[in-house]
């Protein structure tokens, strides 16, 4: 649990905004050691939690500790998943994660994942979960075994953005797995994501390379009033070299 908290600790101080939990591992007990790492977690540092899990039992034990609204990490648009891990969202009044796959697996396509998305949105709205509490994953896959996913994942966001107004999240360092340089890949695919809507990413903030591609996107994207943020990480950066 130390390691944990340590990595937790290490991602706030590169500047990371929220901090994703997931315990998932052979042999570990998951809602016995979620909720116990969502706890020490949330006392070490003071950014949101996203406690993530396949597992609903998991899940909600440790909403049950979690202070604040974390994030929930997440369902996908399969009537049994939605069934479970809404409600969920509704009881605790957290906002939720939805993926973009279904019973069939993950779409190839981006009119199946938009229809996968509204699905989700539609059945939260019914249960009474507002709308801005629920954010979707356009699910990511490697370009190097695929080179036309990284376009369907761009199409997606771009039509969830226009026409829901959701926010979108992904797991954005999957898209380089298994390419040499990853980091230019990277990099590029947050630009490029922004652009399309794409709001949050799931990502190492310790890959300098990387938090500044984010940073100079927000900037150069209007989001970043008077350059604060983009000045403030090289002024730490300035100050660390003389410390």
Not at 13 to 34: F, K, M, Q, T
Not at 107 to 125: M, Q
Not at 205 to 221: G, H, M, N, R, S
Request: net charge negative; with cysteine; aromatic share 6%.
């Amino acid at each position: 649990m130390d390691y944990i908290v340590q990595e937790a600790l290490k991602q706030v101080e590169a500047g990371a905004h929220i901090i994703d939990i997931n315990v998932g591992a052979s042999g570990i007990v998951e809602e016995e050691v979620l909720p116990e790492a969502v706890r020490m977690v949330t006392e070490a540092v003071d950014v949101p939690i996203c406690i993530d899990s396949s597992k609903p039992a998991a899940l909600e034990a440790a909403l049950k500790v979690c202070p604040g609204r974390p994030l929930l990490n997440s369902t996908t648009g399969e009537e049994k998943s939605m069934r479970v891990i809404l409600p969920l969202a509704k009881d605790f009044n957290v906002p939720v994660i939805g993926l973009t796959m279904d019973e069939k697996g993950i779409p190839r396509d981006t009119e199946t994942r938009f229809s996968i998305a509204e699905k989700i949105l539609d059945y939260a709205v019914k249960l009474g979960i507002a709308p801005e509490d629920v954010l979707i994953d356009v699910l990511v896959m490697p370009v190097g075994a695929d080179t036309e996913t990284a376009k369907v994942t761009f199409e997606t966001a771009r039509r969830i953005s226009d026409e829901l107004g959701l926010n979108i999240v992904v797991g954005a360092s999957n898209v380089s797995h298994g390419l040499p340089d990853r980091k230019v890949i990277n990099s590029t695919f947050f630009a490029l994501g922004a652009m399309c809507g794409m709001t949050a990413y799931l990502t190492d903030p310790t890959v300098t390379e990387l938090y500044q591609t984010i940073l100079a996107v927000d900037l150069l994207l209007g989001r970043d009033e008077w350059a604060t943020n983009y000045i403030a990480f090289y002024r730490k950066k300035e100050s660390s070299k003389g410390s």
